[in-house]
């Protein structure tokens, strides 16, 4: 199934986009701001992960003997970091870890790190990812003033690393940007023999080009195996226990750490959180309902409002989202200032998607749809590139909406749907979402890719860890509150942390409830009540 997963990231900085906006008249016109999130291409000259190399180890010189270093990785474990200025407070460093973990004496990959050093005393390394999959922890590790509080960064350095395949870190590149504009721009329900046959030749070719353009990687960029590698920095950062902060995909990222290494669990918050039980045909219909739930919550609001560009009763606003895609199917709108020249129903989609992530986003999705009434897509297309980290010059920041597909098609393969034909999936979806169940009703790439994650989990309980923080958001668009649920249920050590709100993830964007639950957590190692409601 499609899967919709934004990294904070790209949050941030949509927010900060969006509070420029803020003020905007419908005619003003945003074809020249960058939606875009602060590159550290620049800074991360020194760390810039390199194609998989056929070096036996992480360099020349003998490792420290490091007792928790499983058979043979003692070559990974305890590596000497030489980490180097970058982008002003900013320190920069490579870690080296296996391509294939069932060789590790075979070829290995540079993992790019970013530090920015505690503000007072360092208790240790608070380990940062913002989701996705494909997200960058650099960039998120450069934000870290917005992402943790002060109290946080007076005594964690924190960390951030693009996982294997992302970024900086040996990425993944199957399409050009070019080709990547008309992936996204793409219909995406198509309905007739004609339409359903281009869409899977471009997901057919999309897969054949991962394949082609990564053929080491392609089958390496499993969670697992990012798992594994955060394991090697813990023991590289000096750290006998990882503190972890991970949002939305990165909350599937520290369940599965905490599975393979519940030893190692030091004070994990998994925020905005995936059930890693659910296969990806359930994940698609979660989704589904999630930003039903979502769009209801801003459609709701808009008609309260007054003046809602869909009209002034709830339902019939509801109804006239997807009549406004059809209409962009039929006669995409024109876009100023961007090499796309015209707004399609696939670049419409994403931009009124974006906006349900965050409710900042809410006034500047109605200017957009009230531009969008006038004839003008500038707008939704700003809102697009803002989902797609795309700049209008038609460039992306990263590979992350290409990784995406990579690392979810190896933990989530396609396969369990293949006995439902494509009416039964599309009626499952449309019945729990009738404005977005037909858009998230695809398969995507992944009953073409070319390869299968060696390595799988059956028990996610974690038993034997310390107390690991769940939160969830009520509306959650992305990651439905019903799946924080679930997966403080299925850890053993799962403590619930409920916020009652909208948007993707609560920490750093809700309450004091939540902050100082979290705060006091990762500070003073104290464990909130399980169940807590904010």
């Known amino acids: ?18 509070a420029l906006l803020a003020g905007c008249q419908q005619g003003d016109d945003p074809g020249d701001a960058n939606p875009d999130s602060t590159s550290t291409d620049e800074a991360q000259e020194s760390g810039q992960a390199d194609d998989a190399s056929t070096s036996a180890g992480p360099d020349g010189a003998a490792p420290p003997v490091v007792e928790d270093a499983p058979e043979g990785l003692e070559d ?11 982008e002003g407070s900013f320190e920069c460093a490579e870690l080296a870890v296996p391509l294939d973990y069932q060789d590790p004496g075979g070829a290995t990959i540079e993992l790019a790190l970013l530090r920015s050093p505690a503000v007072g005393q360092a208790q240790g390394s608070l380990v940062l990812n913002p989701g996705g999959p494909g997200a960058s922890g650099v960039d998120y590790a450069m934000l870290a003033p917005m992402v943790v509080s002060a109290q946080v960064r007076e005594v964690y ?12 870190s040996a990425p993944i590149q199957c399409f050009t940007d070019e080709q990547m504009d008309t992936l996204l721009g793409a219909d995406p329900t198509p309905e007739t023999p004609e339409e359903q046959e281009a869409s899977q030749e471009l997901m057919q070719e999309f897969a054949a080009a991962c394949a082609e353009n990564a053929p080491d990687l392609v089958g390496h960029v499993s969670t697992v195996e990012a798992a594994r590698d955060m394991d090697i920095l813990r023991s590289a950062l000096g750290d006998d ?3 972890y902060l991970g949002a939305s995909y990165g909350t599937f990222l520290g369940t599965t750490y905490s599975t393979l ?3 190692r669990v030091g004070r994990l918050v998994l925020d905005g959180a995936i059930d890693p039980t659910i296969s990806g045909l359930e994940m698609g219909l979660g989704q589904a309902e ?22 002034d009763d709830v339902e019939a606003a509801m109804a006239a989202i997807p009549d406004f ?17 015209e707004l399609t129903e696939g670049w419409g989609m994403y931009g009124i998607i974006v906006a349900m992530y965050d409710q900042a986003g809410w006034p500047i999705l109605s200017q957009a749809f009230a531009q969008a009434q006038q004839g003008d897509g500038t707008m939704m297309m700003f809102l697009a590139n803002l989902y797609a980290s795309r700049s209008s010059d038609g460039s992306y920041d990263g590979n992350g909406m290409q990784a995406i597909y990579a690392v979810n098609c190896l933990d989530r393969p396609a396969g369990e749907e293949e006995d439902l034909d494509r009416e039964s999936v599309l009626e499952q979806f449309e019945q729990v979402s009738p404005s977005w169940g037909r858009y998230l009703a695809g398969e995507g790439a992944c009953q073409y890719w070319p390869a299968q994650a060696q390595e799988t989990i059956e028990d996610y309980s974690a038993a034997g860890a310390d107390p690991i923080l769940v939160i969830g958001t009520t509306r959650d668009p992305a990651t439905p509150y019903e799946w924080a649920v679930s997966l403080a249920d299925i850890l053993d050590p799962g403590v619930l942390i409920s916020y009652d709100g909208d948007g993707h993830t609560a920490y750093g964007r809700s309450n004091d409830c939540v902050q100082d639950a979290v ?16």
């Open 1 to 18: 199934m499609s899967r919709l997963h934004t990294p904070r990231t790209r949050l941030i900085a949509a927010a900060a986009s969006l």
């Open 76 to 86: 990974f474990y305890g590596q000497d970091l030489e980490w180097s200025s970058c």
């Open 157 to 168: 350095d924190a960390v951030g690393f693009d996982p294997r395949g992302v970024g900086r």
């Open 241 to 243: 226990q990882l503190a």
């Open 261 to 263: 290494f519940p030893e």
């Open 290 to 311: 999630g930003f039903e739930r979502a769009t209801r919550a801003y459609v709701e609001d808009c008609v309260a409002g007054g003046d809602c560009p869909l009209g």
């Open 325 to 341: 895609l059809d209409e962009l199917d039929a006669n995409p709108l024109p876009v100023r200032g961007d090499v796309v020249e």
């Open 519 to 534: 705060d006091s957590y990762l500070i003073e190692g104290s464990v909130p009540e399980d169940g807590l409601s904010c």
